[in-house]
């Protein structure tokens, strides 16, 4: 486990770390020492920094790894490299092995979710635990999302499409992230401050940065049937978190669908989309009460 000089911003009692697992070179942080592992895996536009403040709280009582995805962050964007859910659910499994974590409570957020759900419905001997947060997954929702004339949204299928985010984005990363995303996503006056736009746009203005978004929302166009099909044939085993802000129920009624085991549902009221940087004690709190009860099911 190679510990390295954080690149941009960074926490008290955090390290950074690179590891070179399966054709990449994933960045990622780790906080505390004892409890079981959670594994945190962030969404769009977003790094390992959307968890900044959800990181101490969980780190008093579990070990807390959170990365970069490919293609996002400090994480390798190689441009010959592949993108999307399935190579980004195989990084996962190789991290886990690599860092020696054992199984993790996994935690997903927005467009991550279809790369947790592949990791867990795969190699659920890797996974104690899955929290779905503000997400949905392809051919149970996701599509909607892309759908302007029904309350969807126009980015959706403008970082799909191959080659388009690459060409028109580089140059206006602040521009699409402080002047439209995180206005539209976040909920919570202060909760994103201009310190934390300058982390985020630091990475997304990089050389090859739109791969890694390209590559997860391109997975939404090309499944054709592949998840539901993998739903349907291994749905997840482990014990199930979802966790929605922004008023309205497509996380849990996803999960409902895809799990074959225990579902707990939480809203948390007043809250935007971004969950993890709005209302991080919240979600610490609902996220450890449901940590120990499924870790206490294993003593």
């Avoid at 959307?50 to 441009?79: C, M, Q, T, W, Y």
């Avoid at 499409?161 to 992230?177: Q, T």
């Avoid at 997975?219 to 349907?232: H, I, K, N």
């Avoid at 549902?265 to 940590?291: I, K, Y």
């Amino acid at each position: 486990m190679t510990t390295t000089m954080p690149m941009g911003a960074t926490l008290p009692g955090v390290t950074h770390h690179l590891a070179d697992v399966n054709g990449t070179r994933l960045h990622y942080v780790s906080a505390g020492t004892t409890g079981s592992p959670i594994l945190l895996v962030h969404g769009w536009p977003e790094t390992w920094w959307a968890f900044r403040k959800l990181i101490p709280p969980l780190a008093r009582s579990h070990r807390v790894i959170a990365l970069d995805l490919r293609g996002f962050g400090d994480s390798g964007n190689a441009e010959d490299a592949a993108y999307g859910e399935a190579v980004a659910a195989e990084d996962l499994r190789h991290l886990v092995e690599h860092i020696g974590a054992g199984p993790v409570h996994l935690v997903c957020q927005d467009i991550s979710g279809g790369t947790g759900f592949r990791f867990a419905a795969t190699h659920p001997e890797d996974v104690l635990s899955f929290t779905g947060i503000e997400t949905t997954l392809a051919g149970y929702g996701l599509e909607a999302l892309a759908d302007v004339n029904t309350s969807g949204s126009w980015h959706v299928g403008f970082l799909g499409a191959p080659g388009v985010p690459a060409m028109l984005l580089p140059g206006h990363e602040r521009a699409l992230l402080a002047d439209w995303a995180y206005p539209l996503m976040n909920g919570t006056e202060g909760a994103v401050t201009e310190d934390d736009v300058d982390e985020f746009v630091r990475t997304y203005a990089r050389p090859n940065a739109w791969l890694g978004t390209a590559g997860l929302y391109r997975s939404l166009f090309s499944d054709a049937g592949a998840t539901r099909a993998l739903a349907e044939s291994r749905p997840l085993a482990v014990p199930v978190l979802t966790v929605e802000g922004a008023g309205h129920p497509l996380t849990g009624n996803t999960f409902r669908q895809v799990a074959a085991g225990e579902i707990t549902a939480v809203h948390l009221e007043g809250v935007g989309h971004l969950v993890a940087q709005e209302a991080p004690e919240a979600l610490a709190a609902t996220m450890l009460e449901f940590t120990a009860r499924v870790d206490g099911r294993r003593e």
